[in-house]
């Protein structure tokens, strides 16, 4: 009895060489570990953290790393600088997921309808992008934050707004090119709607890049939301986040250098992890890249 040939779909066999692609890619891997170790930090850091983060002790102020009690030291109101990091964590990175999120999503949306309808949609989405990019754009964030108020939320607003610009630009591009492909023109031929067409045959297919760019961009606004803290418009004290608290320690930086070196190492070490992924995930994500 002959036996039935067992066929692999096209899809089935990118999906293999992705995965094999990014589990070879050295930036996959150490900035997904960066990165992984990060949230799981952030997800137990009540578990994690030796004592209340907002617990001040000015008798032990100013402790240096590897004090009793205390392995990274203590800031200047005595409170433990381990617990702030690991609490730090959460809403850092909180911040740069959340705003890249928001972004993309907006981005996606304007994007798909600045490639797909063209005209005057096209014109006025994309004009509107050029005018944002025009700014310098810690400026620009600094302009929202002055107009909203300072705090966290607001700061989330602020960076997630910097983000779209760079999302619809990405998304514009791949429709562009996505809505001259064959199987776009049969189904607009079977008298499939606009609104169904792009949910069901762009939006996919512009997917990938979105994700690369997500990856990419939380680093970045990461970094944004830390300036934006450090420049007293973000995160306010007592909040433990690592640009608040290499703000208020920077006065402290020649008495007791730990207070600020640890939380810009912090915020260094996940920004590389997150570019370090995305930079990876790029090169996986790409066929060219990958024959290269």
């Known amino acids: 009895m002959a036996s039935t040939p067992i066929t692999v ?11 094999r692609a990014m589990s070879r890619n050295s930036g996959v891997l150490i900035g997904g570990t960066i990165v992984l170790i990060t949230i799981l930090v952030a997800i137990l850091a009540p578990v994690l953290a030796p004592m209340d983060p907002y617990v001040t002790n000015p008798a032990r102020q100013l402790l ?54 063209g005209g005057w949609t096209d014109t006025v989405v994309m ?22 108020g300072p705090g966290l939320v607001n700061t989330l607003l602020a960076v997630a707004v910097l983000g779209i610009p760079f999302y619809v630009r990405v998304v514009r591009a ?31 297919n512009v997917m990938s890049p979105v994700i690369t760019a997500f990856s990419l961009d939380v680093g970045w606004l990461i970094l944004e939301a830390a300036s934006l803290s450090f420049l007293g418009l973000g995160a ?19 008495l007791a250098p730990h207070v600020a070196l640890l939380p810009g190492l912090c915020i260094f070490v996940l920004v590389l992890g997150c570019n370090l992924f995305g930079d990876g995930l790029r090169d996986a994500l790409d066929p060219r890249l990958r024959v290269q």
């Open 9 to 19: 779909s096209q899809a089935t066999v990118r999906r293999g060489q992705t995965w």
């Open 64 to 117: 240096p790393p590897g004090s009793p009690g205390h392995i990274l030291g203590t800031d200047e109101l005595g409170r433990d600088m381990a617990s702030r990091l690991i609490y730090g964590a959460r809403l850092s990175l909180g911040i740069g997921l959340l705003a890249a999120l928001l972004a993309s999503s907006t981005g996606l949306v304007l994007g798909t309808a600045s490639g797909f309808f």
């Open 127 to 148: 004009r509107a992008m050029d005018i944002m990019l025009a700014f310098p754009y810690i400026l620009l964030a600094i302009v929202i934050v002055a107009v909203i």
């Open 174 to 204: 791949a429709v562009l090119s996505i809505k001259e492909q064959e199987y776009v023109m049969a189904a607009r031929i079977i008298g499939c709607t606009d609104r169904r067409i792009m949910g069901r045959t762009i939006v996919p």
């Open 236 to 254: 306010q004290p007592p909040t433990a986040e690592w640009g608040a608290m290499l703000a208020s320690s920077r006065q402290y930086f020649v």
